[in-house]
């Protein structure tokens, strides 16, 4: 972790209150203007195979993308917080639904580079509001290139085996909500839901905090970026 980011970590703990959006100074997750803009999607999102509901707040698009790119590669870990937030007030899970969250895990490499892991604090963030337990229940097996750019086939193909149960962990008979930032083909979860299954899970419901649009070609250059 450097230090610019453990600092970021440090100050997004006591002054979540910067606009997720537009980075404008606000209390809740999105300021005034952004939330008029942006209003949180409320279906489910379908068509994805192995996990029984998916859920993702915003279409990946415009001031979202560029959230969700301040939130990568800029440092910026409270907004991960303050999307977690919009999902607990939004998302349409209940607690009754869901015994434990969980997330994507990052490889190594990259939590090393990054400092720390958006899905996480997005995972812990969410489920704080909820009353919900958050406990990581998977590791990377290997690193695995980024998602950005490939077609479908490639996508799947990329993430196949990727995850394992973490020493220790157990999901056995548990209704398991597991979350990540950008959901595209839905490869990345599919994966990982598929291990949570084969450990025991009752079910695996998925939360993402956006969506990209996805039609079979049409994959954004940083779609999924991890
Ligand atoms: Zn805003």
């Known amino acids: 972790m450097t230090l610019h980011n453990l600092f970021n970590n440090v100050i997004s703990l006591f002054y979540p209150s910067r606009c997720a959006v537009c980075d404008a ?73 869901i015994d434990v969250v969980t997330f994507i895990p990052l490889s190594k490499k990259r939590a090393r580079e990054r400092g720390y892991n958006q899905a996480e604090i997005f995972a812990k963030s969410y489920a704080k509001g909820k009353g919900l337990p958050c406990r990581a229940l998977l590791v990377r097996t290997r690193n695995t290139a980024a998602n950005s750019g490939l077609a479908a086939a490639a996508r799947k193909e990329n993430v196949s085996g990727a995850f394992a149960m973490k020493n220790g962990a157990s999901a056995a008979g548990k ?52």
């Open 25 to 97: 100074l606000s209390r809740t997750a999105f300021c005034g203007k952004c939330a008029a803009e942006y209003p949180p999607t409320t279906a489910a999102a379908s068509g994805f195979d192995g996990l029984d509901r998916v859920y993702a707040l915003f279409p990946y698009t415009d001031k979202v993308r560029k959230a969700v790119l301040n939130l990568k590669f800029h440092a910026r870990p409270d907004i991960a917080a303050s999307l977690g937030r919009a999902a607990a007030e939004f998302a349409p899970f209940t607690a009754a639904d």
């Open 175 to 226: 209704r398991i909500l597991l979350c990540d930032d950008v959901l595209t083909t839905g490869s990345t979860v599919a994966s990982a839901a598929a291990v949570l299954r084969d450990a025991g899970a009752a079910s695996v419901c998925v939360l993402c905090a956006a969506k990209t649009r996805y039609d079979g070609e049409d994959v954004p250059e940083d779609g999924d970026p991890r």
